[in-house]
Structure formats: structure tokens, C-alpha cells
């Protein structure tokens, strides 16, 4: 860990920090003095965006189905297949049990299905009587859900299936079962239990109590929808849903259960056993209910975590959804809308299975329920860049369509209810516009011809019909890089709207970099930082997250919106960490990164303020005077390195090793060149240091290096590596597509430069030369003779961060102060005009905790705590270390 101490530096460093100007550090050690802050608050200030701060939510890490979808019953259409999981089939997650394994006869079908866009469902055969020992006369089918599904006592839930009887009335029982507890039988206890009766394929068509689905019940070919509701009797986090299912008459209901729930939805017409008959089902949901019996379409507590970070938008679906794996893999918004059954389902980008039971109308909905204005994003017709296949494109004579799906969702969302697309959303139960203001179009796109000539199609034909919709483009997965520098050129000579920019950076990038945002051009096009986030849910990241959030809020006339990503992960499915938030089948696990983007939103400014701040600490990083060398695998491959040597370049630079067979005695003169011995690395996850330890400014480091089984790439560690400040080379990186040059700070690795297409083939030597020069200021990598890397970075770190800004509409001068250094630092603050007089009081709210504390998976270990405070607290203030503070003083609001 980086060492910061405390000592009076030599003489008093200045810095005057504008809305349009970063603070520039001289590199001097913490101050002992205290630091003075001046808010500059006698003038009225910057206007800044009222939408700064918003969410962004994509269907990663099971953040939809499994998550925010209140529906427990993963798999309920039978939908699932290879395509979503090499492991998966179309009756994951279902257990189906007959008395005799012997009698077992199930299948998946796709005739007559309720639905033909999702054509699968399952069919078990029942025999003719209890006495024929081939076959069984009674089915079980068990769903589990999510790992599990979690029941309340005390709950009513809400169950729907499709059924079809074929050959005979059948009867079936719902129940709610936990695995954890054993009944009296030996079996699973029940919770809740209700009976139904099934009518044989052509029985009449009663009792269709639930319009939410317009689909006829009975279908022509038989179908019936079951509606059940389940009252819970008990609670468990290892609950299940338990069909029973056997020919009229043959269940009795459970004497311990008599007091449950029944519904019967069709007389039973009496039909002689006398031959097989086939039991089919689809479309299983079983959902919570809310107070008044409505199913919930989303999980309260996950809604309710969203709403509390007050966002002013809330961009969706994604991410690399939006635009696929490939172009018949692209997210078509208008396929996510009416009746859930006529949804086509999907395989997703992120390895699992898209069902869009949340769609685009609920997605609409949520942002109502949490007051967040839409930002929908649609493709443009380019697939994903970053996967195996590259980018696929759609032809231009088939673009037609996609430029009409951005004007008809516009239509559906703002539309009168006399217009096609409103009368659509007013048929959804929503005749009122959902007011859309925003629409992104493309995300991290490469910009080429391709790209360019599709989405202008969209974006002109967009501001032609609707030009008070405000429009954004794409600049690439990077803050930096050739289709950043591309989309911003695309964007200034179009011109569009907004450029959203992503950028997924460690801490110690954050912290150097916080003047990224200084000097945009308040006439170009605006900027949206449409994902960002640092790496880790350390409070170091926390921090370096709210450090670089005063950056953005002070640039907030030409930084319009930003979201941090991803919001949601499932525990035990995520694809992508760290997270926001993570979520199990029974709670919400915020993050500290969570309570930064609280604390944000909830005292979120109308105008900023410049401030001068004298005095504060500054960042000395651990002195990079030496290299180490080891090697690591990423896949289950093997390597073999020879030649293998460190050269000092510079004369007066001493040479060591840490092992004799190395390097020579330490008592005798230090060699130029040090060579280590042959080496082999084998096995998924394994390493392998070769033991050098050179001192040096200045170096060359060369080996030849080998694959000989495997196809994945490996990693190569350099510099200080057994500190928190080193450097990475990505040797075949992400599915052994790129060359990747990484700087791990704060023990946290990320792309220094970036990246380069190339891979590793195995049986083919590769010369490797890595040079360093002034401690890792600059590095330049080369690959067989040809420089593929060079870094160079000279800026310097600042960890104690300030800003100021007020709220006219609400009265309020706030402050936020990060403080990333491990002294706690006093503070003296100074106003222009003072904000507490007399007795009037403000809040202090602080989220302190070490440095390293937190981890992914696990709920924050510290949560931001208020207290009051006075005119004479600001005289005696105190910035804990690895803290983040808001102050938020009294004003006159406007009237």
C-alpha cells in the first residue's frame, strides 16, 4: 500500500479551483497545517444540468429475470436452451418425478403452443390407472427458481400456468413447499396448497379471471390458463413450487393444509380411465402479491434501492445487449412489449437467457415508480465489437426498419392515444405519455464507415420528426483510444446532441485524471458518462468515484448526465463485478460505491461554486526503483520461457537478486545484465516468479516465451511486484483476442494504454522486450521486434479533493470533501458571505472506513452517518482519512 505521510511541507502550496479549471499539485507529503477552503459563494455561480446524476440499468449478472422481475420461476415457458448455456435444455430447472422411474415419459413439444413465437413446452404422459406398473396415472413437477425461492409468512402469492388435458380431466395441485423443513411424511413441508380441475381438451371456456395477458383461454387447441392464488403460512429462503398432477380424482388435499387456498377453474366432467392421457404446461409464473392481492411485476426491495438514489434518468436495456452477439441477436424493443407469451425470447449476450417479461412498457413503469426520466437506447443496426465474431452489420436495404423503430418508440411513448403506437401503449394501461426526452442510439460502437452511415440514417430521420428529443451517440468502450477519438470527430461534425462516453478506470487513473472532463466546449455537443465505475468495491474505489464526481459536477454545463455500471449482481451469477448493488433471493446488498451514489444524488446542486483551497495533503507514491518478474496463466495451458534476462541501462544503478543462482554475491560488483534460468507454467490460475529482484530506474527486460498446449493467453508481471504500484502485460487477453499494457495502482489493475488486436498461437516463439524508464514514467513494450506499447505518464495524483455548489430551489450550500489519504487532515473553512449565523445549523455526512475495506459480494461495512453542525464545528473541522463528506449548509431558497 502506498505510503502517505505527514510532515509540514516546505512551503505553502495554493490551488484555486474553478468550475473550468482541475487543481494541479505540486508533489510534496501530507500537511500537518490544516487546510483552508474558501467557498466563493457571494457570486450566484455555474448553472449546471438538473439530470446529472441517473442509474443505468442492463440485464447483466441475472439483474432482470431473477432479479428485479418478481417472478420466482426461472424457466417457467420452457424456453431455455443451448444457445442461452451449453449446460442448459428446455426443462432446466425443473425436477419431474413419477411414483415409478420405470413410467417416466416426458417430452418437450412445440405443436399447437399457446404462443408460436416461444413454441416450447412439456408434455407427460399419464397412464390409464394406478395399476398399470409401465406407467403412472400421476406426474410431479418441482421449480426451485433462483437458487431457491424465498416465502414470507403471511404472504399471498399469485400463481399462473397454461395447462392442457388431453385424453382426460385431470386434477392438479399447487403448492409451496420448503426443502429446508421436513413434514411428517418425510417429504418437503408445505406452506400453501390449492387444487384445481382440468377440463379435457374441448370442455367449455369459463373462468378466465385475468385480463393481463390478451390471449383467449381456452385456445382452440385446448389451452386453459390456471390463476391460483397461495397463501403462506410459513417462511424460507429454500422454498419450491410443486405441481401434482393425475387424473380426476385420484389427489386428496393435505389434512395440514385444509385451511389453504382452492381454486377450481373448470367443472370436472367425469371421462372412464380407460387410456393414456397427456398433460401439458407452459408459461409457470408464480409471483408476491401485493397489499391489496395485485402480483408484483418487481421486487419491492430492489425497486426501493433504486428509488432511494433519487435518479433523474435511467438509461436501459444496455450495454452490449443493445446491439448483440450478432445482428439476429439485437435487442428489437418492440418485440418486448404485449402479451408476455407473444414475447420472443432470446439467448443473451451475457451467457444466460433474455425472457422480457420486464420490457420496454415496464421499463417505462419503473421509471415512473421511481421518479426517472427514460433514457431508452436503441441499435442502429452494427452488432458488438468486442466478441468473438467482430462486428456484423445490417444491410442498408434493411435498415428501414430500424429507423422506424426509433420514431414508433418515441411515438409510444409520447404519442396521443389516437396515434398507432399511443394507442398501443393506452391498450398496455397507460394512456398517459411517459414524457420521453432522451434516446441513445448505439453503445461502444466501432466507429467506421458502417457505423457512421446507419446511425445517421436514424439520427437524421429522429430530429427531422422529433427535433426536441434530445439524441446521443457513442465514443467507444474507452476514455481514450482510436473510437474514442472517432466518435467525438463524428459527433463535432454532425453535429449530435450528446456523446456518451464510458470509462472503467482504477483508482489511481481517477485520481490522476481528474481535469478529464475541464475545457469542453459548452457549444459542441454535450458529454454523458453513460458507465463508469474504478475496478473494486474497496473504499479506495468508493472514493476515487466521488473524487472524480466533483470533477464531473463541476464541469456540469458541458457533462450533462452521468451512471455508474453495473447496478445489479446476483450472487453466484455474475458475469461482471463489481457492482452497485447485489442481491440474493431475499435482500439487497448495497455496496460503498452504492452510498457514494446516494450521497450524490441526494444533495445534487442547481449551480457550482469556485472554491480555493491552500494547504491540502499531497500523494507521494512508493518509490518504483526496482523490477520483479513473474509470469501467470489465464487458461489451463502451458508455457515454456527461456532467455530470460533483466538489463540495467543505467550506469549508476546498483543490480541485485534475491537468489544466488541469478545473480552474483552481493559482495561482488553488480553485473549489467541479469539472467534467470529456463521456466515452465502450466495449469489454469497457476504463476511462477523468477526470482529476480533488479534496483533500477531504468531497464530492458527480455524473454522468449512459448505456448505449447492450450488456447488462451497468459499475463506477465513487472516493476515493484510485491507492492500495490506495478505493471501488467496481457499477453492474449479477453479470449486471446488483444495485447493488453496494464498498470495495477491501489493493487488494482487497468489498461494503461489502449489495447491492441493480436493473440498467441501456439508453437510459435515470441521474442518479448519490455523497457522502463524513470520508475515507469515511461514504458514501451516490443513483440518480435515491433513495438506494440508505449506508456508515458507524468501526472500526479490528487487524493484530497474539494468542491461547492448550492441548490437554489432547495436553500442549500453544500461542500464535499474526499479526503483518499490515511491522515486524518484538519480543515478551516472560510465563506465569502457566512452561511451560519446565529444559531442556524447544517449536516455533516461522512462515509469513512479503511482504506481496503469492502468486497464484492458482501453488503458496505460502513454506511454514511449525519450529524449536526454549528458555525463553531466549521472552525475545528476534521477530514477523517478514507473519507467522503457532504456538508450541506442553509441558504435563502429561491422564491
Request: glycine letters at 8%; proline letters at 6%.
Amino acid at each position: 500500500m502506498a505510503d502517505i505521510t505527514a510532515q509540514q511541507p516546505n512551503e505553502e502550496a495554493t490551488t484555486v479551483t474553478s468550475p473550468n479549471a482541475a487543481s494541479a499539485a505540486p508533489h510534496v507529503t501530507a500537511a500537518t497545517a490544516p487546510t483552508t477552503i474558501t467557498v466563493h459563494n457571494s457570486k450566484s455561480g455555474k448553472a449546471i444540468s438538473t439530470d446529472l446524476w441517473g442509474i443505468f440499468l442492463e440485464d447483466i449478472n441475472y439483474s432482470i429475470d431473477g432479479g428485479l422481475n418478481a417472478d420466482l420461476v426461472q424457466n417457467g415457458a420452457f424456453a431455455y436452451n443451448r444457445a442461452d448455456n451449453p449446460r442448459w435444455s428446455h426443462l432446466f430447472t425443473w425436477t419431474i418425478d413419477y411414483p415409478r422411474a420405470a413410467a417416466r415419459d416426458v417430452s418437450v413439444r412445440t405443436d399447437h403452443p399457446v404462443a408460436a413465437e416461444n413454441p416450447h413446452y412439456m408434455a407427460a404422459q399419464l397412464g390409464a390407472s394406478a395399476d398399470d406398473t409401465d406407467s403412472a396415472d400421476t406426474v410431479t413437477l418441482i421449480n426451485r427458481g433462483f437458487d431457491g425461492m424465498t416465502f414470507a409468512a403471511g404472504t399471498r402469492y399469485a400463481c399462473t400456468a397454461w395447462v392442457r388435458a388431453e385424453g382426460a380431466d385431470m386434477t392438479i395441485a399447487a403448492e409451496l413447499i420448503d426443502e429446508a423443513t421436513q413434514a411428517d411424511d418425510g417429504g418437503a413441508a408445505v406452506l400453501a396448497h390449492a387444487e384445481m380441475s382440468i377440463n379435457a381438451h374441448g370442455a367449455s371456456e369459463d373462468h378466465d379471471e385475468d385480463h393481463n395477458h390478451a390471449v383467449n383461454t381456452p385456445t382452440v387447441h385446448g389451452w386453459q390458463r390456471l390463476a391460483v392464488t397461495l397463501d403462506c403460512t410459513g417462511s424460507t429462503t429454500q422454498g419450491a413450487l410443486r405441481f401434482t398432477v393425475s387424473r380426476a380424482g385420484d389427489i386428496s388435499t393435505s389434512n395440514s393444509t385444509s385451511n389453504a387456498a382452492t381454486a377450481a377453474i373448470a367443472a370436472t366432467i367425469s371421462i372412464p380411465a380407460a387410456a393414456p392421457a397427456t398433460f401439458s404446461i407452459d408459461w409457470v409464473t408464480l409471483r408476491p402479491c401485493n397489499a391489496d392481492g395485485t402480483p408484483r411485476l418487481f421486487r419491492d426491495d430492489m425497486v426501493r434501492a433504486l428509488h432511494d438514489l433519487a435518479p433523474r434518468f435511467m438509461r436501459f436495456p444496455g450495454g452490449c445487449i443493445t446491439h448483440g452477439v450478432e445482428t439476429s441477436n439485437i435487442y428489437r424493443w418492440k418485440r418486448t412489449i404485449g402479451p408476455v407469451e407473444h414475447r420472443p425470447h432470446q439467448y443473451s449476450y451475457w451467457g444466460y437467457h433474455q425472457s422480457f417479461t420486464v420490457g420496454f412498457h415496464e421499463y417505462f413503469l419503473l421509471c415512473e415508480a421511481i421518479g426517472a426520466k427514460p433514457l431508452p437506447v436503441l441499435p442502429v443496426g452494427v452488432s458488438c465489437q468486442n466478441t468473438a465474431g467482430g462486428v456484423t452489420v445490417v444491410p442498408m436495404d434493411q435498415m428501414t426498419e430500424f429507423v422506424q423503430d426509433a420514431l414508433d418508440l418515441i411515438e409510444y411513448a409520447n404519442g396521443p392515444v389516437t396515434s398507432t403506437w399511443g394507442a398501443k401503449r393506452a391498450a398496455a394501461g397507460h394512456p398517459k405519455p411517459f414524457g420521453l426526452e432522451y434516446l441513445g442510439l448505439g453503445n461502444e460502437d466501432k466507429i467506421n464507415d458502417a457505423f457512421r452511415e446507419r446511425f445517421s440514417l436514424i439520427y437524421d430521420a429522429v430530429k427531422r420528426a422529433y427535433p426536441n428529443i434530445t439524441v446521443i451517440g457513442t465514443a467507444g468502450p474507452n476514455p481514450s483510444g482510436e473510437d474514442y477519438d472517432a466518435g467525438w470527430d463524428f459527433a463535432r461534425r454532425k453535429p449530435i446532441d450528446m456523446v456518451d462516453e464510458h470509462a472503467y478506470k482504477s483508482p489511481q487513473w481517477w485520481f490522476a485524471h481528474l481535469d478529464h472532463y475541464d475545457g469542453r466546449d459548452p457549444l459542441g455537443p454535450a458529454t454523458y458518462l453513460g458507465e463508469y465505475g474504478s475496478w473494486s468495491n474497496l473504499q479506495i474505489s468508493a472514493l476515487a468515484e466521488a473524487a472524480i464526481m466533483t470533477s464531473i459536477e463541476r464541469n456540469g454545463d458541458t457533462v450533462r448526465m452521468a451512471s455508474y455500471a453495473p447496478l445489479f449482481g446476483r450472487l453466484a451469477h455474475t458475469q461482471w463485478h463489481p457492482d452497485l448493488l447485489y442481491f440474493d433471493s431475499e435482500r439487497t446488498i448495497p455496496t460503498l460505491n452504492y452510498w457514494v451514489q446516494r450521497m450524490y444524488a441526494r444533495s445534487a446542486m442547481t449551480h457550482v461554486l469556485d472554491t480555493t483551497v491552500r494547504n491540502e495533503p499531497r500523494f507521494e507514491p512508493e518509490p518504483r526503483n526496482w523490477t520483479g518478474l513473474r509470469f501467470g496463466s489465464v487458461d489451463a495451458g502451458s508455457f515454456v520461457f527461456s532467455d530470460i534476462s533483466v538489463t540495467v541501462l543505467d550506469a549508476n544503478d546498483a543490480t541485485s537478486a534475491n537468489d544466488a543462482s541469478v545473480a552474483n554475491d552481493s559482495d561482488t560488483a553488480a553485473p549489467s545484465i541479469v539472467h534467470a534460468p529456463d521456466t515452465t507454467l502450466r495449469g489454469s490460475g497457476a504463476s511462477v516468479d523468477t526470482g529476480l529482484h533488479v534496483t533500477a530506474d531504468h531497464y530492458r527486460i527480455a524473454f522468449t516465451a512459448r505456448r505449447t498446449d492450450g488456447e488462451d493467453g497468459l499475463i506477465i508481471d513487472f516493476g515493484a511486484v510485491d507492492s500495490s504500484d506495478y505493471f501488467r502485460w496481457a499477453f492474449g487477453d479477453w479470449d486471446n483476442k488483444y495485447y493488453i499494457l496494464k498498470r495495477v495502482g491501489d493493487g488494482i489493475p487497468d489498461e494503461a494504454v489502449p489495447a491492441v488486436e493480436g493473440g498467441v498461437e501456439s508453437n510459435r516463439d515470441y521474442r518479448v522486450e519490455i523497457e522502463v524508464a524513470n520508475q515507469g514514467q515511461h514504458v514501451q513494450v516490443w513483440l518480435n521486434g515491433q513495438r506494440i506499447h508505449e506508456y508515458r505518464d507524468t501526472s500526479e495524483q490528487n487524493r484530497f479533493v474539494v468542491s461547492a455548489g448550492r441548490n437554489t430551489t432547495a436553500g442549500a450550500l453544500t461542500i464535499r470533501i474526499v479526503n483518499a489519504t490515511d491522515q486524518p487532515q484538519p480543515v478551516e473553512f472560510t465563506f465569502d458571505q457566512s452561511p451560519l449565523t446565529g444559531s442556524a445549523h447544517g449536516t455533516a455526512t461522512t462515509l469513512a472506513a479503511a482504506r481496503d475495506a469492502g468486497k464484492p459480494f458482501e453488503e458496505a461495512p460502513a454506511r454514511p452517518q449525519t450529524v449536526d453542525v454549528s458555525a463553531a464545528d466549521l472552525a475545528h473541522w476534521k477530514a477523517e482519512p478514507y473519507s467522503f463528506t457532504v456538508l450541506t449548509l442553509p441558504e435563502q431558497p429561491e422564491q
